[in-house]
């Protein structure tokens, strides 16, 4: 079944850790993002990237890094420059045209 | 600057009513989103809206697009429990291949008692 899978479901931090959260997708999208999601906040977007080896900051970028070396994968690293990182994370992914985004089921952090 | 609006923030309704969920945005969009989230969940597509007067249903939901006016609508009709959950909408301001992501509301938590 084609989809998209983020892992793991639930991770915890120390203090000064980078920690890195996984996004795979096997639906041949080329358009894939990563969404914070807070209580009562709603989504945003931190890094989106539209091609391999290419992307660009969302609103919240400060504090993460991203790659995209291949098409089906788009890891995210929370560095310890993330005062704040306890959050759900989400991944979505776009075909051509953005017709409709999908979600993966999300990666809780929280930082211990 | 995208920004999306949603209201009301909070729902409480009863099974059997009838209720709109309104969504504002603030620049010239060609998509228009509408998600569901359960509590601990991630989010399920219910609707993509691609232009003025475009109208979807699906079951008692039932989701209009004005372009002209920047609202989006999600209608519910004859709640029922098992709709109760959060919604979300999102809008896209770019067109063709790329995409510069969604910027979503901040989502309308939704209670339906019986």
């Known amino acids: 079944d084609g989809g998209i899978t983020q892992s793991p479901k639930y991770l915890f931090r120390k203090e000064g850790q980078n920690v890195t959260l996984s996004c795979e997708q096997n639906?041949?999208?080329?358009?894939m993002y990563w969404y914070r999601q807070d209580p009562g906040q709603g989504l945003r977007l931190i890094y989106y990237?539209?091609?391999?080896?290419?992307?660009q900051k969302g609103d919240i970028a400060e504090g993460y890094s991203v790659s995209r070396e291949k098409k089906e994968s788009f890891p995210l690293t929370v560095t310890s420059a993330q005062k704040n990182p306890t959050a759900f994370y989400l991944c979505?992914?776009?075909?051509?045209?953005?017709?409709?985004?999908?979600f993966g089921q999300g990666t809780r952090l929280t930082v211990v | 600057e995208l920004k999306v609006e949603q209201n009301p923030l909070f729902l409480s309704m009863q099974e059997g009513k009838n209720y709109t969920i309104y969504c504002n945005y603030s620049?010239?969009?060609?998509?228009l989103y509408w998600y569901r989230q359960d509590p601990g969940k991630s989010l399920e597509s219910l609707f993509v809206?691609?232009?003025?007067?475009a109208v979807k249903q699906e079951g008692r939901l039932m989701a209009s697009l004005d372009t002209k006016a920047r609202l989006s609508t999600l209608h519910i009709t004859a709640a029922v429990h098992d709709l109760s959950a959060t919604y979300f909408c999102?809008?896209?301001?770019?067109?063709?291949?790329?995409?510069?992501?969604?910027?979503f509301g901040k989502g309308t938590h939704l209670i339906i008692q019986p």
């Open positions: 999102a809008a896209r301001t770019h067109s063709g291949g790329g995409a510069d992501g969604l910027t």
């Open positions: 809206l691609l232009s003025n007067g």
């Open positions: 979505a992914s776009t075909g051509f045209g953005g017709t409709e985004a999908f």
């Open positions: 990237s539209q091609i391999v080896n290419d992307f």
């Open positions: 639906l041949n999208h080329d358009a």
């Open positions: 620049t010239t969009s060609d998509r």
